[in-house]
């Protein structure tokens, strides 16, 4: 199986003032379909730095990134823009949600962007909330929602896209660990039904168990991958 994301000597540093802080130091990754892939560490490690670049939100000072077969450096801004609107989804410590929007509307926002009428838009918002176990929910705004429904919102947002490339930066360490346990069990479920690439960067040692493969980060290098769970084809439907 061709692998979906691949980076290739990649390095990032930072320039405050006269200080330079080296984040990634000629590191080369390849995150495979069909599978929950997580990079774990201590903060300030450099794993969303790495999760940045590898979605096109940050351009690499040296090397590059292929994502399904597209070399992000050769995109021009709005060429990178509208790849990232069609295949990528994303979800973040904090919600991201409108406090004035319901759970449906939420989801239903960046489908407009992709061109859907609305009959189109609202079944596929429903859909995704559904398959999130938030049907019966939908109506509700965030300040209804409990921390980890919040995040399952966030995640049928961008599941509604039907992307091919899913982010999830730190999308347990503001939960418990009844919802951080659902949630990473969503997104890992998303990897095999939907045949989706699912990379997550955590330092929370809950996940690791989770995932289909740990890659551990430290100083911007991947000091170990192993495989939690051997991938077989026969896994996804």
């Known amino acids: ?24 130091r000629d590191l080369s990754i390849e995150i495979e379909a069909a599978e929950l892939s997580l ?15 590898l979605s096109g939100l940050l351009r690499p000072d040296d090397g590059r990134v292929f994502a399904l077969g597209e070399d992000l450096a050769r995109l ?8 990232r609107l069609q295949h990528t989804g994303f979800v973040f410590q904090g919600f991201n949600l409108f406090p004035a929007l319901s759970a449906l509307e939420q989801v ?23 398959e999130v176990g938030l049907g019966n929910r939908m109506r509700l705004r965030p300040a209804e929602l409990s921390g980890g ?18 982010f999830a930066d730190e999308p347990t360490s503001a939960l418990d660990a009844a919802n951080g346990q659902i949630v990473i069990d969503t997104l890992h479920r998303i990897a ?7 990379l997550c960067v955590s330092h929370d040692p809950r996940l690791i168990s989770h995932a289909d493969r740990v890659l551990a980060m430290e100083d911007g290098k991947i000091l170990s991958d192993r495989r939690v769970r051997p991938f077989a084809a026969e896994d996804v439907p």
């Open 1 to 24: 199986m061709a692998a979906s994301l691949v980076a290739e000597s990649i390095s990032k540093s930072f320039v405050t003032g006269s200080v330079r802080a080296d984040v990634l």
């Open 108 to 130: 239903m926002l960046p489908l407009d962007y992709l061109g859907y009428d609305a009959a189109q838009t609202r079944r596929r918002a429903q859909s995704a909330l559904e």
């Open 192 to 198: 095999r039904t939907h045949g989706a690439t699912v």
């Open 39 to 53: 990079v774990s560490g201590p903060s300030g490690c450099g794993k969303s730095t790495l999760l940045a670049i």
């Open 76 to 83: 021009r801004p709005e060429a990178l823009e509208r790849f």
């Open 149 to 166: 429904e919040k995040q399952r919102v966030a995640i049928a947002r961008a599941l509604a896209k039907e992307p091919q490339l899913l």
